[in-house]
């Protein structure tokens, strides 16, 4: 069975400042890894997602995650916050990617202080 | 630009209603997943449909809820009867292998 913990229900960082979401999975297989973002009332975004190529991925929006297979973790970095980047973020893991149920982990919101 | 869409939107109704949240898939893609997001439980996944076959729906009860793909570019999720506790936002996603999962913006239920 696959799943994810996502450590800290809400993050609150300053605008500027570095953000770190901490994804920490486990998986029979070796993994797909997702990171996806939900602003209010919207349905979900993929961020970036790891598919077993290079280790360091980076995504959208300045957003980059790091595969670490001896910590089992998949954490979402980004250098300088935004205010813009205040949502919901989503670590997921699949089987395989776009035909296979995303087991999601219960999220973190992000606030961003000005 | 390809997306996902689903209808209704917003959804009030009453304990004992029947309700039908409708998605359209992206053209092309073969895999059709239901999730139900919550505020205790999170993102559920209820079902999911490759090549419209359901693969796994056992993430819904089965005595209310009912999932199908009539064809290719439609699937339905119903609830009959619905209870206040079915209340929640639904959302459908579609992909295809190798590719990532889209979602749609979801559909909110409130059952009085």
């Known amino acids: 069975a696959q799943s994810v913990t996502q450590l800290g229900s809400h993050v609150s960082v300053s605008e500027g400042a570095l953000v770190l979401l901490r994804c920490n999975y486990s998986s029979s297989v070796p993994p797909y890894l997702f990171w996806y973002v939900q602003y209010p009332n919207q349905g979900l975004q993929l961020l970036l997602k790891y598919t077993s190529a290079a280790t360091l991925v980076k995504g959208i929006n300045g957003f980059e995650a790091e595969f670490k297979k001896s910590e089992t973790s998949f954490h979402l970095t980004k250098p300088s916050a935004h205010m813009s980047d205040a949502a919901e973020y989503f670590c997921a893991v699949s089987r395989n990617s776009g035909n296979t149920p995303l087991v999601f982990g219960k999220g973190t919101r992000l606030s961003v202080i000005a | 630009d390809a997306r996902v869409t689903q209808t209704p939107r917003h959804k009030v109704t009453e304990m004992g209603q029947e309700v039908t949240m409708r998605c359209q898939p992206i053209?092309?893609?073969?895999?059709v997943f239901w999730y139900r997001q919550t505020m205790m439980q999170g993102l559920e996944l209820l079902a999911y449909?490759?090549?419209?076959?359901?693969?796994?729906d056992s993430g819904m009860p089965k005595d209310r809820f009912s999932a199908e793909m009539p064809d290719a570019t439609l699937a339905t999720l119903k609830i009959q009867p619905s209870e206040p506790r079915d209340s929640a936002v639904y959302f459908c996603a579609s992909g295809l292998f190798p590719g990532e999962l889209f979602f749609g913006e979801g559909s909110r239920l409130t059952v009085l």
């Open positions: 053209l092309g893609h073969n895999t």
């Open positions: 449909f490759r090549n419209r076959a359901p693969l796994d």
